[in-house]
Structure formats: C-alpha cells, structure tokens
C-alpha cells in the first residue's frame, strides 16, 4: 500500500500532463532574465522545475529592480496541500510559463527552522537571537497579509501593493486568473 502511495505521487503528474514534474529544467537558463537586477545565487531551484527566491527581501528587491509583479508562495516543508498544488497546478506548462516570463516567484516555509540570522547574515529589528526563517515568514503573512495557513498565495501588482490571494486549489483556471490579476489583465 505504501508503494502505491509513493508510486501514484511521482506518476500523478506524467498522468495529468504528460510529463514528470521532476524533469530538470535548466536553472542557469531560468536564472538568466535575473542576473542584471539581483544577486542570482539566491535563486532557488522548485520541486515544480522553475526558480524562487526563499528570502522576502531579496525577492521584493528584485521585483523592483525588474519592475515585475510578484508571487509570495507562503507554503511548509510538510504541508500537504502544496505538494498536492506543485503536483497539478504549479507544473501546469501555461502556469509555469506565465510565472518564469512575468513574475518573480517568493516562496516563503513557515516552518523553516533555520536561525534567521544564519540565513540572512544579520538579524532584523524585533526579533530574537533564536528566531527561525518560519518565524519571520509567518510574521509577514501574517501582519502583511492577515492571514495564516498554507498553500496560501499573494499576488503583487507591480506596485508591490497586494492586488488578489490564492488558497488551495487544484483547479488550473483558477489560479491563472489570480495571476492575471497581478497582470493587470
């Protein structure tokens, strides 16, 4: 039973799309549109095969500098539902498509337990000497955005002001309406 578990994860998205969602896309390609504006080291690679930047600031910086929209994927390292949104929404070839050639993509683990301080390489105003990335994280959504449970997405226009959300959703249409949104469209 477990085998099938684990054998119907990996094949669910050949299924759905034709292709695995953990075929590798070129990340150096991906990063490439980012590299006059931001520091592409702190580009991550997904488990959905795009980039995201998994630190607030250095996305928002980024954004600006490329006068982009963003998306901030606030998500967990365990969480379920957002395995189930990368494995049929967020490898969809026309969301992924529209993400990589017109937003920069944040995504943001609540449950992150790394010291801030290590991760940022100082620690902001606020915050205790033992406070974690899933802290700070929470935080932002939280008194950011007033919300707090994941998947949950925030739309950015390009004036960084919040122009529409996302929950969980497994249906493809509805999350690219919300990224048109941030689109202006």
């Known amino acids: 039973m477990v085998l099938r578990s684990f054998l119907c994860c990996l094949l669910l998205p050949v299924l759905v799309h034709g292709q695995s969602s953990t075929s590798a896309a070129d990340p150096n390609a991906l990063k490439a549109p980012f590299h006059p504006y931001c520091d592409t080291r702190l580009l991550k690679s997904t488990r959905?095969?795009?980039?995201?930047?998994?630190?607030f600031?250095?996305?928002?910086?980024c954004a600006q500098k490329m006068k982009?929209?963003?998306v901030l994927f606030f998500t967990g390292i365990n969480c379920v539902n957002s395995r189930k949104m990368e494995q049929t929404v967020l490898v969809h070839p026309v969301v992924k498509k529209t993400l990589e050639e017109n937003y920069v993509l944040i995504e943001l683990y609540c449950d992150d337990k790394q010291l801030l301080k290590t991760s940022k390489g100082y620690l902001p105003k606020g915050y205790a000497p033992d406070a974690t990335v899933g802290q700070y994280n929470i935080d932002i959504e939280t008194r950011r955005y007033g919300a707090n449970f994941e998947p949950y997405f925030v739309i950015c226009g390009r004036s960084g002001k919040k122009v529409a959300t996302q929950q969980y959703t497994t249906d493809t249409r509805e999350f690219l309406a919300a990224l048109k949104k941030g689109l202006g469209k």
Not at 48 to 55: E, G, P, Q
Request: glycine share 6%.
């Open 48 to 55: 959905y095969n795009t980039i995201a930047f998994t630190d």
């Open 68 to 70: 982009r929209p963003m």
């Open 57 to 61: 600031d250095a996305g928002i910086q």
